[in-house]
């Protein structure tokens, strides 16, 4: 468990955010061998095996068993390897907790999370696992939307490292429908994302469910991009390719990205604040974007 920060410390900044690859965290059913088998070879940052929404009441221990089978077994090579729990006040989810607590899953991702007690809950069920585990949430209830900001700041007390946005659940809770342009999620979408960076959170986006559509899907994971998300939660592996071009930085931003490094480097503009790069006013902010995008590129070019 990381030691407690004050709350007005920024964690999310470029020199102190690790960098790892979380372009593409694909979800499965960890009741389904052969899902698992062919995860093992996708192309995936993240694989998440999912004993909740995916996975029949009657199907909930056998998945239990597939999943930490799975991950003793391992073969999932440099892809970070989760489990979506049952929720803990559900039948299975003390059972599901208790066994990742005793596995090598790299995080145990919680559903339907929605104030802060509900962390400190899924915390201390985690207590005697190792610090390595990680605890990652489902942002997909109307009560964790009116609680982002604190349950953000749990990170700074907890294993809490990773939100997902869970927009079924949130369309569900909400009556809202999933329209391809997510107009009535816009707000939450950039609220999570906020309260993420505020507190040094990676933030996945949601699933799109229209897996056979992939101009749909890229579509949507470009919003996703543009609202500043670290990557995109996937049901499909046909999902994988384009979910890893949007959210890797391309060509032309990692040269303006090394310019802008450049140009703040050179003698004349140094004590600069603000010079002009390609044209354009450039700050100080500019170079900490550049130095972000070329650790997100750099980290991308180590997985090959
Ligand atoms: C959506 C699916 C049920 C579609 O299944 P199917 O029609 O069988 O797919 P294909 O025939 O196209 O499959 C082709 C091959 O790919 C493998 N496959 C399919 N999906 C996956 C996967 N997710 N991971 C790994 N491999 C996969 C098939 O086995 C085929 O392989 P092969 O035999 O070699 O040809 C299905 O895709 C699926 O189950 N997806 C995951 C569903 C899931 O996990 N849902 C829960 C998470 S989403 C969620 O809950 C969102 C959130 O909580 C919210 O509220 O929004
Ligand atoms: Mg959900």
Redesign the pocket.
Known sequence: MPAPLPISTPISTPASTPIRPRRSA????AS?P??????RT?PCDI??L?L???VAPEAKDEARAAAIGAIAQGGFGPREVAV?TNGIDTEWGAADLAALADSKADAVLV?KIGCTQDIGRYEEALERAPASLQLWA?I?TCEAVFNLPALAAMARTTRLSLW?????????EMRAQLTPARTPFLPFLAQAVAAARLHGLTILD??C?E??DLDAFTAEARQGLEFGFDGK??????QIEACNAVFSPDAQTIAWARSVIAAFALPENQGKGAIRVEGKMTELLHRDQAEQILAVAQSIAELA
Do not use: C, Q, W
């Open positions: 694909l979800y499965l059913p389904n052969r899902a698992i088998e062919k995860a996708l694989v998440v999912d909740e929404d995916a979506r559903p489902m997909e997902i946005m869970g927009t079924n659940d949130l369309a569900k949601g699933v469910n897996f056979r939660s996937l049901i499909h592996p046909a």
